[in-house]
């Protein structure tokens, strides 16, 4: 590390993605500094407080906060580090493509701080091909760092797990950028996996493209179920018990979050649109919330009742909303003419949300949006319950 202060700059640090990795290279033994302009999160994290949910990090965080990791909002730093980690936001535009210019922009603002001498590694989801154009582009400015494409795959809230038990794939244009790259993983992930950077980058669209298509296969047989009157757990549980051919079939629910959607959307892109099955499981997925209103009002006479959506995250445990269908769900019926709409989240505070005392008191109707493990021992009594996950074991039908 001669000339450096840090074996890592992680660029983004203070997100859902860079600050459980920085935490766990901390842990063992790298000198991280975490660069991110959010000041906010900046004095969360330095009072050694985790912004967001994540099992097992904040105790770690106090371990090594100001030891082996440091916080930064200066730019500087990046020159300062031997590896440069970038995990920036990804996202596609209006048309459904993959903004390139986004990670143009980027390096075009750290462009003096990068030099000969340094490895970057791309962590955040791009689109295939994104790797070899930044080094491209980079080269054409005179700059030549070893570049890798090594993504995250961690599911959030299990980053401190996940971290050390699951093997990192790195992808790299030269096998020496492989052994370097492999250099910063080795000591706290047990497997390393060598792959070209578009093999790379596809192996982290296509692993995302999967999860969501699965999930849409159970959430599309759950609507033919319940449209037909009939429960669909009582079908699930009686063809996958003991039937090793559906061990991999998952219960429906609410498919979302800030990967599966916005990576099976690049990866329909990038396939020109021919990903037919991506492209149906979205329709699926999306529409869920949609499918539940429109079933409600066959059943109940909704402009009467009181509709309570119990947990408004994404997933189960998790405080992050980004991309919840839950948060759709609350949306669209907004636009409805019911008598009233209550949300309730355990770990969400404000944005009109009310106590889950009271909206189990006052509604007529719950719907479960995310299902939370503080919500297990609940007495929903005599309410309408819209259980799509089958959390509360009384079947799908509603």
């Known amino acids: 590390m001669k000339g450096r202060n840090y074996d890592v700059c992680i660029v983004g640090g203070l997100g859902h993605v860079?600050?459980?990795?920085?935490?766990?290279?901390?842990?063992s033994g790298k000198k991280v500094v975490l660069y991110d302009i959010n000041l906010q999160t900046h004095k969360t994290v330095s009072e050694a407080k985790m912004p967001f949910r994540e099992n097992g990090a904040?105790?770690?965080?106090?371990?090594?906060?100001n030891k082996n990791l440091f916080l930064s909002t200066e730019k500087r730093t990046i020159s300062e580090s031997r590896f440069v980690v970038v995990v920036i936001g990804t996202d596609v535009d209006d048309e459904m493509k993959h903004k390139y210019d986004l990670f143009r922009r980027f390096f075009d603002e750290i462009l003096e701080y990068i030099d000969d001498g340094q490895h970057v590694i791309l962590r955040s989801t791009v689109f295939?091909?994104?790797?070899?154009?930044?080094?491209?582009?980079?080269?054409?400015?005179?700059?030549?760092?070893?570049?890798t494409f090594s993504p995250e795959r961690i599911s959030e809230g299990r980053a401190m797990d996940e971290l050390r038990t699951l093997?990192?794939?790195?992808?790299?244009?030269?096998?020496?950028?492989?052994?370097?790259?492999?250099?910063?993983?080795?000591?706290?992930?047990?497997?390393?996996?060598?792959?070209?950077?578009?093999?790379?980058?596809?192996?982290?669209?296509?692993?995302?493209?999967?999860?969501?298509?699965?999930?849409?296969?159970?959430?599309?047989?759950?609507?033919?179920?319940?449209?037909?009157?009939?429960?669909?757990?009582?079908?699930?549980?009686?063809?996958?018990?003991?039937?090793?051919?559906?061990?991999?079939?998952?219960?429906?629910?609410?498919?979302?979050?800030?990967c599966l959607f916005k990576d099976t959307v690049q990866l329909s892109s990038y396939a020109n649109n021919e990903?037919?099955?991506?492209?149906?499981?979205?329709?699926?997925?999306?529409g869920l919330p949609a499918f539940i209103i429109e079933r409600l009002k066959k059943r109940y006479p909704i402009k009467e009742k009181v509709i309570g959506i119990l947990g408004m995250t994404f997933k189960a445990d998790s405080?992050?909303?980004?991309?919840?269908?839950?948060?759709?769900?609350?949306?669209?019926?907004?636009?409805?003419?019911?008598?009233?709409?209550?949300?309730?989240?355990?770990?969400?505070k404000g944005d009109g949300f009310v106590s889950t005392e009271r909206l189990i008191a006052e509604s007529d109707i719950i719907i479960i949006g995310a299902p939370h493990s503080e919500y297990a021992d609940l007495d929903l009594k005599d309410k309408v319950v819209v259980d799509v996950w089958n959390y509360f074991k009384k079947g799908g039908l509603f």
């Open 58 to 65: 904040e105790s770690i965080l106090e371990k090594v906060l």
């Open 18 to 27: 860079g600050l459980p990795f920085g935490i766990h290279l901390a842990a």
């Open 128 to 147: 295939p091909g994104t790797t070899e154009r930044i080094r491209d582009y980079l080269k054409s400015e005179g700059k030549s760092p070893r570049i």
């Open 319 to 348: 405080d992050d909303t980004r991309s919840s269908l839950a948060m759709k769900l609350r949306k669209l019926l907004m636009a409805e003419d019911i008598k009233g709409l209550l949300c309730s989240d355990v770990h969400l």
């Open 275 to 286: 990903q037919f099955l991506g492209n149906a499981s979205m329709g699926v997925n999306e």
């Open 167 to 258: 093997p990192q794939i790195i992808g790299a244009f030269r096998h020496s950028d492989f052994e370097e790259a492999r250099e910063l993983f080795l000591p706290s992930t047990g497997e390393t996996i060598e792959l070209s950077p578009k093999e790379a980058e596809l192996a982290k669209l296509f692993t995302n493209a999967w999860r969501y298509i699965l999930f849409s296969i159970s959430n599309q047989f759950y609507q033919i179920a319940t449209d037909s009157n009939l429960d669909f757990y009582k079908i699930y549980d009686a063809i996958t018990l003991n039937y090793p051919r559906t061990k991999y079939m998952p219960r429906a629910g609410f498919a979302a979050g800030p």
